[in-house]
């Protein structure tokens, strides 16, 4: 079993892309995901210092659209969530696209080539081109992602296991936009910075519990199950901006293999833990998107699965031209404003 390659070392460069797909576009699509593999290839080849690496993510209601199987246990649409003070916004995504690699011109033209390939038949949410900054640092001046599981750990909190056995070696990943309000980040003192985040800013360096803020980021984001073991998320966070609109921000995106630890992770963030001691990062920064994918393993995707009944009627049953038409409601289920 072949897996996407979820794991990988931070890399310089990463577009994102969500897509919502146009209702009757799934056989375009479904033959794009059978050619994802050769078309990363025929970049990726060509530049194979640059580490060029595609990982792709299926919606959960554009699953239902696209096979008769069950969708993997984790699947299910975003779940926006509204605390005392902040709130996560669920938003439209049927495909993600998470290109990395050293340098953006190959994320661009790997991400072009596919776009050539959709074309009148998808729709770009979000398009997000991120950067890495200094030292790994997010634009809040923090380092970013040294808490991220190593070695054996990270594909243990990645990859679905024997919980799944069909969907076992995929994954989930929730990506979030966040934007920060610079401005009222700069005027806090560094030493007020740190406890936001609960580690010190230039060496990177967690507090010790006994001084770190029960709402820093760090406290908040750290999960203890039952038996007394972390419960682990990979991150590839990745900062963004623009100048001239003055838009700033960090592209949240966290894989696990079940999904549930990062929803417990946004719970705590948002309506606090206990509840109404939420997340003091979410004082300088908004969520404003918030979408939840599976993503498959590399042979599901080559040997892409055929059409569910909903997309292939005539394949499932003959036609009777005396039978009563029903409403087969391709794409029925969607609500996305988008379309
Ligand atoms: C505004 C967006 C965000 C920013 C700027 C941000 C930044 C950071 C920074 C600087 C750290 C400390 C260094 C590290 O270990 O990586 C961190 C840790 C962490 N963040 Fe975030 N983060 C953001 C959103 C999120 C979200 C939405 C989640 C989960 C749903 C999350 C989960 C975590 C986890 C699990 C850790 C490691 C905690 C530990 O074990 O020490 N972060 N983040």
Redesign the pocket.
């Known amino acids: 079993m072949v897996t996407q390659q979820f794991v990988a070392p931070p890399a310089r460069a990463a577009l994102f892309l969500v897509l919502t797909v146009n209702e009757g576009s799934e056989e375009v699509v479904r033959d794009v995901l059978a050619d994802l593999s050769s078309i990363t290839r025929s970049v990726s080849f060509r530049i194979p210092d640059d580490e060029l690496n595609c990982v792709l993510g299926i919606g959960a209601e554009f699953w239902d659209r696209m096979f008769a199987l069950p969708r993997p246990k984790g699947l299910h649409p975003f779940v926006p969530l509204e605390g005392p003070r902040h709130s996560a916004p669920g938003t439209p995504g049927d495909l993600l696209l998470h290109v990395r690699a050293h340098h953006m011109d190959v994320c661009f033209e790997l991400s072009r080539q596919v776009m050539n390939r959709l074309r009148g038949h998808a729709v770009v949410i979000d398009e997000t081109h991120g950067f890495k900054y200094f030292d790994e640092r997010?634009?809040?001046g923090?380092?970013?992602?040294?808490?991220?599981p190593e070695g054996a750990a990270a594909p243990a909190a990645v990859l679905i296991d024997d919980e799944d056995p069909d969907y076992a070696g995929g994954s989930y990943v929730?990506v979030?936009k966040?934007t920060?309000d610079l401005g009222a980040w700069g005027a806090l003192p560094i030493e007020e910075q740190e406890r936001v985040?609960?580690?010190s800013k230039l060496e990177?360096v967690?507090m010790p519990d006994a001084v770190k803020p029960v709402n820093s980021?760090?406290h908040l984001?750290?999960?203890i199950d039952a038996d007394g073991v972390?419960r682990?998320?990979l991150?590839d966070?990745m900062p963004f901006g623009e100048l001239g609109t003055e838009e700033f921000?960090?592209y949240?995106i966290?894989y696990a293999a079940d999904p549930g630890v990062?929803e417990q992770?946004?719970r705590n963030?948002f309506l606090g833990s206990p509840p109404g001691n939420t997340d003091r990062?979410?004082d300088f920064?908004t969520?404003r998107t918030g979408t939840l994918f599976f993503t498959p393993t590399v042979d599901f995707l080559d040997d892409v699965p055929g059409p569910g009944p909903a997309a292939a009627p005539a394949e499932v049953a003959p036609v009777d031209a005396d039978a009563p038409t029903t409403d087969l409601g391709i794409g029925g289920l969607r609500t996305a404003a988008a379309h």
Do not use: K, P
């Not at 923090?142 to 808490?147: A, I, N, R, Y």
């Open positions: 997010d634009l809040l923090f380092v970013d992602g040294t808490e991220n929730i979030q966040y920060h985040i609960g580690r990177d967690e980021h760090v984001n750290t999960i972390q682990q998320i991150r966070n921000g960090t949240f966290g990062i992770m946004l963030m990062i979410l920064s969520a």
